[in-house]
């Protein structure tokens, strides 16, 4: 069994809104999976209907092999989880927070937890109520990485988090890693994405839209290729997969598809190149492109909210 | 007046949160009251039948305790202000504190008021938005009231004066909970505290009444009802009340222009490090959440429970050889007239008890709605198990609140009486009333997994009870409307007969609630 999480063609609706349309999600044994999509694109909902806090209206789905609404608790012996917006009972420790939390889900190892509290520097002996969003968060990530889950499942886990804890969230996703375990980690912070996971998956509007490793992901965009030639360079419009063409004088600026490059390049050093840089597609460009729909569309004029 | 920039738009972000709300409230206080004015006025048409009644009120203390002073008897205005007052009073003084609790600290809780003050608005804008807006909603109970009490007919200065009476009450008690919620960092706890006040303010007034008049001089109930509406109207004690309400606004916002947003006047302690074995379980949490709730309860009902039981060997004495009295009391003629009025006093008790009946499984729907479920369920916890913790917590829970309103009736009787067996007659006698609270444990289960969104529709059931159970003998509800409320069906010990069957029917209507919501909540998504 080399597969964590199979969902495909997952449908949910809630009334008139569609908030899962078909997807589709991968995940296999020992991976760091990204899980990535513009704001109400989804994700909080699939991950619910994972965890069988929601039943898909259609689809099939399968998680550390059972059904997660069928088999919720067996399956949750095996999981920990960490909300994207963490609510505590605002009467009870942070420490309290964590023991309950670790003890309905089987139970934490106690130097683990220490050892975490330490690291993410948090004091439990705080009343839940006095927690900024990044020390809430702090107490579901501990609860979480202090069990002996095979499976993480995380949901923006660290947008309330300071650079410095950043850092110590990833060094704890890294030993997860290298002791084999698998994590499902929604972000937005596109350098954790880059630093931590082996393959992302990118949802748009309910649907899976890209999956595949961060290398082949990369494929799909394009380079940006700035250039200088002895002769002009005739004819690189005309070339199957180049963007955005600029000329001044000998100078040449374009972007090309980077399944074309090896093409591009060919054709350009036929006209004597004198300098060359090449720039690789950033993720940034890359996460821009899926979720363009979004950002393109007009913000509404202020005035027409009172 | 910059404290107060924004007061304005926090008005009218008040009306537009509560459009429904506020409307229902002041529709239903005067709606009650206009509506018991009105069977009043059916059952003592004439001036004969006034009087009679009089005669049977003067000396009875169960009637001056849920009323008042017995003043203006005579005059069909007097009868009803004399219905309607106390009760009227309460239900102002409850939606007042609500109200201004529900947009002060609640938000402030919330961290809503943060935003709010954010933008530019004083630092008293919220506090005095809150206060106007109750205002104003008493304002309208008090024109509503005394408007209809005119249209029934009644003399206009004496139904202005009762009108103007239950306005006056909400304004204190909105003072009170303006108060209180800067008191604590909690909505929940500054809510209880203001309603803690009113208690005091209602048991204050009993006990006065009941005595010499003095005490009731310490209540703000009591001012209002001094009065005097349609007997000799006076307006100096209204005066006092109002006096006491702007005290109590100015008081809340020294205190207010004192302290930290979202911090209240006591400070928060560092709590344990690591939980203790006992809150590592559903029912572990459950009681931890709910302990202080618990506590405030049971010592209220309690404490209710001691003021009836101290009344109770009076009522012999009081009746003698009145037949008329002994009759309405005790109609059978079998059970002893003390007996019957500690029936009465346990229902009382058991009706408030369902306070925390109601807010305890309302808990279920409160721990979902604030996304605290969800970590809960991603746990290793089944739904059933959750559901059965919480729910541990609140059927034990109302039993103890019972014991102690039976406890607090027999302590009292037993040693002001010399009747020691008194002790464990009303302890059973209040626990009869459990079957019937956990009839509402499954209306709010029932509601919690079928219809969640709904679910505190299970408070207007418990109203409705309480209409029923006070207000049923006068309104003449037909047998089927009061037959709904599960109270109705206990047998009033200890005056009545002990029935199996009607207690074993209603923990199986109850069982059967309880299923129900268990089923829907088993079925259905989470959030």
């Given at each position: 069994m080399t597969t964590t999480i199979f969902a495909t063609g997952l449908v949910k609706t809630f009334g008139r809104t569609q908030a899962l349309d078909g997807l589709d999600l991968h995940v296999t044994l020992g991976e760091v999976h990204g899980f990535l999509g513009p704001n109400g694109s989804g994700k909080s909902t699939a991950i619910r209907v994972l965890l069988g806090l929601l039943r898909a209206d259609s689809g099939r789905v399968t998680l550390l092999g059972g059904d997660p609404w069928r088999d919720a608790v067996v399956l949750h012996r095996r999981l920990a989880y960490v909300p994207g917006d963490v609510t505590l009972w605002p009467t009870l420790t942070g420490g309290e927070a964590i023991d309950l939390l670790g003890r309905l889900r089987g139970g934490l190892d106690r130097r683990r937890r220490d050892e975490l509290l330490e690291s993410f520097d948090l004091d439990p002996t705080k009343k839940a109520r006095t927690y900024s969003k990044g020390n809430r968060q702090k107490v579901a990530l501990v609860a979480a990485l202090a069990s002996d889950a095979e499976l993480l499942i995380l949901d923006e886990p660290t947008s309330g988090l300071d650079p410095l804890m950043e850092a110590v969230f990833q060094s704890c996703i890294g030993e997860v890693k290298r002791e084999g375990r698998t994590v499902l980690l929604s972000s937005h912070i596109l350098a954790e994405v880059e630093a931590l996971c082996d393959r992302v998956s990118i949802i748009r509007a309910g649907r899976t839209v890209e999956s595949g490793t961060l290398a082949e992901l990369r494929h799909l965009t394009r380079t940006a290729i700035v250039a200088e030639t002895t002769r002009p360079a005739a004819g690189l419009a005309e070339l199957p997969g180049v963007h955005g063409m600029e000329r001044d004088g000998m100078r040449v600026r374009f972007e090309v598809d980077t399944a074309h490059l090896d093409a591009t390049l060919r054709h350009l050093t036929g006209f004597g190149v004198r300098t060359l840089t090449s720039q690789p597609p950033t993720l940034q460009e890359l996460f821009l492109r899926h979720y363009g729909d979004e950002i393109e569309e007009t913000p509404q004029p202020a005035g027409a909210l009172r | 007046?910059?404290?107060?920039?924004?007061?304005?738009?926090?008005?009218?972000?008040?009306?537009?949160?509560?459009?429904?709300?506020?409307?229902?409230?002041?529709?239903?206080?005067?709606?009650l009251v206009l509506v018991t004015a009105q069977s009043v006025q059916g059952l003592y048409p004439t001036p004969g039948a006034l009087a009679a009644a009089a005669a049977v009120v003067e000396d009875n203390s169960t009637a001056l305790v849920m009323n008042g002073p017995a003043q203006g008897l005579d005059t069909l205005g007097g009868r009803v202000a004399f219905e309607v007052g106390a009760f009227g009073a309460v239900l102002v003084a409850l939606m007042s504190l609500l109200l201004v609790g529900r947009h002060t600290r609640a938000e402030e809780e919330s961290g809503r008021t943060e935003l709010v003050r954010a933008a530019a608005v004083g630092r008293q804008g919220p506090l005095t938005a809150a206060l106007l807006v109750t205002a104003g909603a008493d304002a309208l109970v008090a024109a509503a009231v005394a408007a209809g009490l005119i249209g029934l007919g009644l003399p206009v200065t004496g139904s202005l004066t009762l009108g103007a009476a239950l306005g006056v009450v909400g304004l204190v008690f909105a003072g009170v909970a303006a108060v209180t919620a800067q008191v604590t960092e909690y909505a929940r706890g500054a809510t209880g505290l203001a309603i803690a006040v009113l208690g005091l303010a209602f048991v204050l007034r009993a006990a006065g009444d009941v005595g010499d008049g003095t005490l009731s001089w310490a209540s703000p109930i009591g001012w209002v009802q001094a009065s005097r509406p349609f007997a000799g109207e006076r307006v100096g004690p209204l005066l006092l009340a109002l006096a006491a309400a702007a005290l109590l606004a100015a008081a809340a916002t020294a205190l207010g222009a004192r302290r930290d947003v979202g911090a209240g006047l006591v400070r928060p302690r560092p709590g344990p490090p690591v939980a203790r074995a006992s809150l590592l379980r559903p029912a572990g949490l459950a009681l931890r959440l709910q302990r202080s709730s618990l506590?405030?309860?049971?010592?209220?009902?309690?404490?209710?429970?001691?003021?009836?039981?101290?009344?109770?060997?009076?009522?012999?004495?009081f009746v003698g050889e009145n037949q008329d009295l002994g009759e309405l009391l005790a109609p059978s003629g079998e059970a002893g007239l003390t007996d019957a009025f500690l029936g009465t006093a346990l229902l009382v008790l058991a009706l408030i008890g369902s306070g925390f009946t109601v807010q305890s499984a309302l808990r279920l729907r409160g721990e979902e709605g604030a996304g605290r479920l969800e970590p809960v369920l991603a746990a290793a916890v089944t739904r059933t198990r959750?559901?059965?913790?919480?729910?541990?917590?609140?059927?034990?829970?109302?039993?103890?609140?019972?014991?102690?309103?039976?406890?607090?009736?027999?302590?009292?009787?037993?040693?002001?009486?010399?009747?020691?067996?008194?002790?464990?007659?009303?302890?059973?006698?209040?626990?009869?009333?459990?079957?019937?609270?956990?009839?509402?444990?499954?209306?709010?289960?029932?509601?919690?997994?079928?219809?969640?969104?709904?679910?505190?529709?299970?408070?207007?059931?418990?109203?409705?009870?309480?209409?029923?159970?006070?207000?049923?003998?006068?309104?003449?509800?037909?047998?089927?409307?009061?037959?709904?409320?599960?109270?109705?069906?206990?047998?009033?010990?200890?005056?009545?007969?002990?029935?199996?069957?009607?207690?074993?029917?209603?923990?199986?209507?109850?069982?059967?609630?309880?299923?129900?919501?268990?089923?829907?909540?088993?079925?259905?998504?989470?959030?």
């Amino acid at each position: 069994m080399t597969t964590t999480i199979f969902a495909t063609g997952l449908v949910k609706t809630f009334g008139r809104t569609q908030a899962l349309d078909g997807l589709d999600l991968h995940v296999t044994l020992g991976e760091v999976h990204g899980f990535l999509g513009p704001n109400g694109s989804g994700k909080s909902t699939a991950i619910r209907v994972l965890l069988g806090l929601l039943r898909a209206d259609s689809g099939r789905v399968t998680l550390l092999g059972g059904d997660p609404w069928r088999d919720a608790v067996v399956l949750h012996r095996r999981l920990a989880y960490v909300p994207g917006d963490v609510t505590l009972w605002p009467t009870l420790t942070g420490g309290e927070a964590i023991d309950l939390l670790g003890r309905l889900r089987g139970g934490l190892d106690r130097r683990r937890r220490d050892e975490l509290l330490e690291s993410f520097d948090l004091d439990p002996t705080k009343k839940a109520r006095t927690y900024s969003k990044g020390n809430r968060q702090k107490v579901a990530l501990v609860a979480a990485l202090a069990s002996d889950a095979e499976l993480l499942i995380l949901d923006e886990p660290t947008s309330g988090l300071d650079p410095l804890m950043e850092a110590v969230f990833q060094s704890c996703i890294g030993e997860v890693k290298r002791e084999g375990r698998t994590v499902l980690l929604s972000s937005h912070i596109l350098a954790e994405v880059e630093a931590l996971c082996d393959r992302v998956s990118i949802i748009r509007a309910g649907r899976t839209v890209e999956s595949g490793t961060l290398a082949e992901l990369r494929h799909l965009t394009r380079t940006a290729i700035v250039a200088e030639t002895t002769r002009p360079a005739a004819g690189l419009a005309e070339l199957p997969g180049v963007h955005g063409m600029e000329r001044d004088g000998m100078r040449v600026r374009f972007e090309v598809d980077t399944a074309h490059l090896d093409a591009t390049l060919r054709h350009l050093t036929g006209f004597g190149v004198r300098t060359l840089t090449s720039q690789p597609p950033t993720l940034q460009e890359l996460f821009l492109r899926h979720y363009g729909d979004e950002i393109e569309e007009t913000p509404q004029p202020a005035g027409a909210l009172r | 007046m910059s404290t107060l920039a924004g007061t304005p738009a926090l008005v009218r972000l008040a009306l537009r949160r509560d459009r429904i709300r506020i409307p229902v409230w002041v529709a239903a206080v005067a709606a009650l009251v206009l509506v018991t004015a009105q069977s009043v006025q059916g059952l003592y048409p004439t001036p004969g039948a006034l009087a009679a009644a009089a005669a049977v009120v003067e000396d009875n203390s169960t009637a001056l305790v849920m009323n008042g002073p017995a003043q203006g008897l005579d005059t069909l205005g007097g009868r009803v202000a004399f219905e309607v007052g106390a009760f009227g009073a309460v239900l102002v003084a409850l939606m007042s504190l609500l109200l201004v609790g529900r947009h002060t600290r609640a938000e402030e809780e919330s961290g809503r008021t943060e935003l709010v003050r954010a933008a530019a608005v004083g630092r008293q804008g919220p506090l005095t938005a809150a206060l106007l807006v109750t205002a104003g909603a008493d304002a309208l109970v008090a024109a509503a009231v005394a408007a209809g009490l005119i249209g029934l007919g009644l003399p206009v200065t004496g139904s202005l004066t009762l009108g103007a009476a239950l306005g006056v009450v909400g304004l204190v008690f909105a003072g009170v909970a303006a108060v209180t919620a800067q008191v604590t960092e909690y909505a929940r706890g500054a809510t209880g505290l203001a309603i803690a006040v009113l208690g005091l303010a209602f048991v204050l007034r009993a006990a006065g009444d009941v005595g010499d008049g003095t005490l009731s001089w310490a209540s703000p109930i009591g001012w209002v009802q001094a009065s005097r509406p349609f007997a000799g109207e006076r307006v100096g004690p209204l005066l006092l009340a109002l006096a006491a309400a702007a005290l109590l606004a100015a008081a809340a916002t020294a205190l207010g222009a004192r302290r930290d947003v979202g911090a209240g006047l006591v400070r928060p302690r560092p709590g344990p490090p690591v939980a203790r074995a006992s809150l590592l379980r559903p029912a572990g949490l459950a009681l931890r959440l709910q302990r202080s709730s618990l506590v405030a309860w049971s010592s209220a009902v309690f404490l209710i429970g001691v003021t009836y039981g101290s009344i109770a060997p009076d009522i012999e004495d009081f009746v003698g050889e009145n037949q008329d009295l002994g009759e309405l009391l005790a109609p059978s003629g079998e059970a002893g007239l003390t007996d019957a009025f500690l029936g009465t006093a346990l229902l009382v008790l058991a009706l408030i008890g369902s306070g925390f009946t109601v807010q305890s499984a309302l808990r279920l729907r409160g721990e979902e709605g604030a996304g605290r479920l969800e970590p809960v369920l991603a746990a290793a916890v089944t739904r059933t198990r959750w559901v059965g913790g919480f729910l541990a917590v609140t059927l034990l829970g109302s039993a103890v609140v019972l014991a102690m309103g039976g406890l607090g009736t027999g302590l009292a009787h037993g040693l002001l009486s010399g009747d020691t067996a008194a002790v464990p007659r009303l302890l059973g006698a209040a626990l009869a009333y459990l079957p019937a609270l956990w009839v509402l444990v499954g209306v709010a289960v029932a509601l919690f997994g079928l219809v969640p969104r709904v679910a505190a529709a299970a408070w207007a059931v418990l109203a409705g009870c309480v209409l029923v159970g006070l207000l049923g003998p006068l309104l003449e509800l037909p047998g089927w409307v009061s037959g709904v409320s599960p109270f109705q069906h206990v047998p009033r010990l200890p005056a009545a007969e002990f029935s199996t069957v009607a207690l074993v029917v209603l923990l199986g209507v109850a069982s059967a609630l309880v299923g129900a919501g268990l089923t829907g909540f088993r079925h259905r998504d989470i959030g």
